[in-house]
């Protein structure tokens, strides 16, 4: 085996996905499906021959352009999105044959692609092209809704990931020619504004307070399908960028809990379920980001591999949102309940989905998120684990239990429907077993990680601690909902920052609007007045009464010739 190993080339990941995506455009049916389903199996086989250290370089006017840099840290990325791309492709076979599903076919093998390619690069240009082609790839699969709503979900969301990487080209371009080295490596905050820049570019695709709204904005308005995929990548690879670039950024860590905290307050009065999870998106890439701030060997561990699971489970939850609103159309909490009884696999899964993002033992993030709070602790940031406990059991409110209450139980809706189809649940099988794989078995998956770290997440503290923050939030969430003090899912429109832009930006423009209106109007008046006296001056003089035409035989123009021809001789003698 090794030795048929060693007789395939080096390719790098994201050129298999753009093979794949071309033979996904071309054919059709069966071979079309077949491609979707061997691209990431050819492709891991291609990874087996990557190893930490493999490297492809380049000149390109003077720069050594890196197109392939590996590392561990490249490596567990790189099986993530392989991963993630085969249950995507998996979960979206259903699709039929029609012009639409070929575009959201060849969409997510193009931004499949593409997110291989940005974790994969070794400079800051090659990481620009592949930034930039992630938002270009990505946005079909919002525009294939088809619907007003997400044909501008799908604008606001491709101007804003293009502006992160006009940022990001600056800032490359600036240090550059401040340092003479265009290397995707460690950066850091080091007073200049080429930094600032590539972390402000990271930082719009991390979904960062108050230039996170794209992400609330654009997920929910996708395809089914395409929301799967969206969740899976553009955001991971942010925050590959930032443990690359900015792990012991000391600013990353009261991001981080900024971003931990606020959506779960949002997430608790939406409606839309799909929001619900896009909330909870930013609250889970909160500890990622508070883990590269922390940056020691077991807290960027964590980061990675709380990013590999939140790809797993929140994909897992997603799927099974998109697959109910497959097959009733609706996404609303207070549209839906009582479908246990018609989708009652679909069900399981995102209980599944839930306890994993909940952190409860034997669960992939009852691994993965304590590493970053006992990092928080060994590295000395006491303040740090307060709030992360509470973004925890905010998680495990609004992801954990209102998700699977509302869409499942909760009330009686009155929909009868049948399971979803079964590419989706093979699909949403795959997700859950790897979700409690983790759990399980933490040993084989923590080897993976870039650092060498010894953790054990299962010791009697740790299992007590979870078990009464997970037990004690149930019972207040039971009590909450018994008593009617929890929101309950009403029809309605919430927005958090977006506001800025979607009613003062709109009463601001309308103000200013009406302003210039007003001093438009003053002037053409004004103007107006001035030309019609001009014009009785004129008809006065030059009229059929006027002195003028009464006194000069010649008439007024032969008077007027005579005037301004004495000026011109005046003023050139």
């Known amino acids: 085996m090794s030795s048929s190993l060693a007789a395939l080339p080096v390719i790098p990941p994201f050129a298999i996905f753009f093979a794949g995506a071309l033979l996904a455009a071309l054919l059709r049916g069966r071979a079309r499906k077949a491609v979707l389903i061997l691209a990431p199996f050819v492709g891991a086989l291609f990874m087996l021959r990557l190893h930490s250290g493999t490297t492809w370089t380049m000149g390109f006017l003077g720069y050594e352009l890196v197109p392939l840099r590996v590392d561990r840290l490249s490596l567990i990325f790189g099986w993530l999105f392989h991963l993630a791309a085969l249950i995507g492709n998996v979960y979206a076979l259903h699709l039929g044959k029609d012009e639409r599903a070929g575009i959201q076919h060849t969409s997510a093998m193009l931004y499949a692609g593409s997110a291989l390619g940005a974790v ?312 859950a077993l790897v979700c409690i794989a983790i759990g399980i078995f933490p040993g084989t998956f923590l080897a993976l990680l870039p650092f060498d770290v010894a953790y054990v997440p299962y010791t009697v503290t740790h299992v007590l601690t979870q078990t009464q923050l997970l037990v004690f939030g149930i019972l207040a969430v039971a009590v909450l909902i018994r008593t009617g003090i929890y929101p309950a899912e009403t029809p309605s429109v919430n927005l958090d920052f977006d506001w800025t832009y979607r009613r003062l930006g709109a009463a601001v423009v309308r103000a200013v609007g009406g302003g210039i209106r007003t001093v438009d109007l003053a002037v053409r008046s004004a103007v107006l007045e001035l030309v019609d006296t001009g014009l009785g001056f004129a008809v006065r003089g030059h009229g059929p009464k006027g002195a003028l035409s009464r006194t000069w035989p010649t008439g007024s123009m032969v008077l007027w010739v005579a005037i301004l021809l004495g000026i011109s001789l005046f003023l050139y003698l």
């Open 120 to 431: 994969f690069a070794g400079d800051l240009i090659t990481l620009f092209v592949f930034w930039e082609l992630l938002a270009f790839t990505s946005v079909f699969l919002i525009w294939a809704r088809g619907s007003e709503r997400s044909l501008r979900a799908g604008f606001r969301y491709l101007v804003v990931n293009v502006l992160s990487g006009v940022l990001l080209l600056s800032g490359a371009l600036l240090r550059a020619y401040r340092t003479g080295s265009i290397e995707f490596g460690h950066i850091g905050l080091d007073g200049s504004l080429a930094a600032w820049l590539i972390l402000l570019a990271f930082g719009i695709k991390s979904g960062f307070p108050l230039l996170h709204n794209w992400l609330t904005d654009s997920y929910p308005e996708a395809t089914p399908t395409g929301t799967v995929f969206l969740s899976a990548f553009t955001t991971k690879v942010a925050v590959y960028a930032l443990a690359r670039s900015f792990a012991g950024t000391e600013l990353l860590l009261y991001v981080g809990v900024v971003m931990t905290c606020f959506p779960i307050f949002y997430a608790v009065i939406e409606n839309d379920l799909r929001r619900v999870l896009s909330y909870s998106m930013i609250n889970q890439i909160g500890f990622m980001v508070a883990g590269i701030g922390i940056g020691s060997a077991l807290a960027v561990n964590g980061a990675v591999a709380h990013a590999f699971a939140d790809v797993i489970f929140k994909g897992l939850l997603f799927m099974t949102m998109g697959a109910v609103l497959h097959m009733t159309g609706r996404v609303n909490g207070s549209d839906l309940g009582g479908l246990y009884k018609s989708m009652p696999v679909t069900a399981t899964m995102c209980i599944i989905g839930a306890a994993s993002i909940s952190a409860f033992p034997l669960f992939s993030a009852f691994v993965t998120k304590s590493m970053i709070m006992s990092a928080a602790l060994e590295e000395g940031h006491k303040w740090l684990w307060l709030p992360l406990l509470f973004a925890s059991a905010g998680v495990l409110e609004h992801a954990g239990i209102k998700i699977p209450y509302f869409a499942f139980f909760a009330h009686d809706s009155g929909i009868r429907t049948k399971e979803a189809p079964k590419n989706m649940l093979v699909a949403m099988g795959v997700a």
